[in-house]
């Protein structure tokens, strides 16, 4: 079936440290991936997205993941974590149709 | 540029009453998505309407959910009769048409007790 998976349920940084939230895709084609995060009582916000091109892709608030074929996997990174960027993450495909599947969530603490 | 809109935010109801949400999408998005999340997991697509018809309902539990977008703006998302197993937050979501990037609203908190 096609799907991601978030192998991290929760992690935990140091305010300052570098983060990266791994994601794992399966999809026969070369699919459309996400990166949403999701604070409190709130809706989600896209933060990056992947179609195809450059498979080193940018986003908001100084996030950006890699595409990695052979691998099958879309990390998230940001080099120096803020204690805003507390929050749930959560990595999301399509094999090319529209329907939008999620992993099942990263929650990620940071420590001050 | 006005976002997503739902309401209410928060509903707690007895098991076998009925609940009723809505959704305002983005002005101009032709497409609109009703997500169901249950706590711990990602969010899981109940139905995708494009404009005013239905695209996909295939996991949306039709013996006691519903759902109706007229005149292909705004949406209702109704349970009746309610279960346990359906206390989970119901996000709505919008985009301008299909393939592109989500817009999602706040969603709604139900309880269910």
């Known amino acids: 079936a096609q799907s991601v998976t978030q192998p991290d349920i929760h992690i935990t940084v140091s305010e300052g440290a570098s983060l990266e939230l791994r994601c794992n895709y399966s999809y026969g084609a070369t699919p459309y991936l996400f990166w949403y995060v999701q604070s409190p009582g709130q809706g989600l916000q896209l933060l990056l997205k992947?179609?195809?091109?450059?498979?080193l892709v940018q986003g908001i608030k100084g996030f950006e993941a890699e595409f990695k074929r052979s691998q099958s996997s879309f990390n998230l990174r940001k080099p120096s974590v803020h204690w805003s960027d507390a929050a749930e993450y959560f990595c999301a495909g399509t094999g090319g149709g529209n329907k939008l599947t999620f992993g099942t969530g990263t929650q990620l603490k940071v420590e001050l | 540029e006005a976002g997503v809109a739902q309401s209410p935010r928060y509903k707690i109801i007895e098991k076998r009453q009925s609940v009723a949400f809505w959704c305002n999408p983005i002005?101009?998005?032709?497409?609109l998505y009703w997500y169901q999340q249950i706590l711990g997991q990602g969010p899981k697509l109940l139905i995708q309407?494009?404009?005013?018809?239905?695209?996909?309902d295939s996991q949306l539990p039709k013996d006691r959910f519903s759902a109706e977008r007229l005149k292909g703006v705004d949406s209702t998302l109704k349970i009746q009769p309610a279960k346990l197993e359906d206390s989970a937050v119901y996000l709505c979501a919008s985009s301008l048409e299909v393939y592109n990037e989500q817009f999602f609203g706040p969603g709604t908190r139900l309880t269910v007790l």
């Open positions: 992947y179609f195809s091109g450059d498979t």
């Open positions: 002005s101009g998005h032709a497409t």
């Open positions: 309407f494009q404009n005013n018809g239905v695209v996909d």
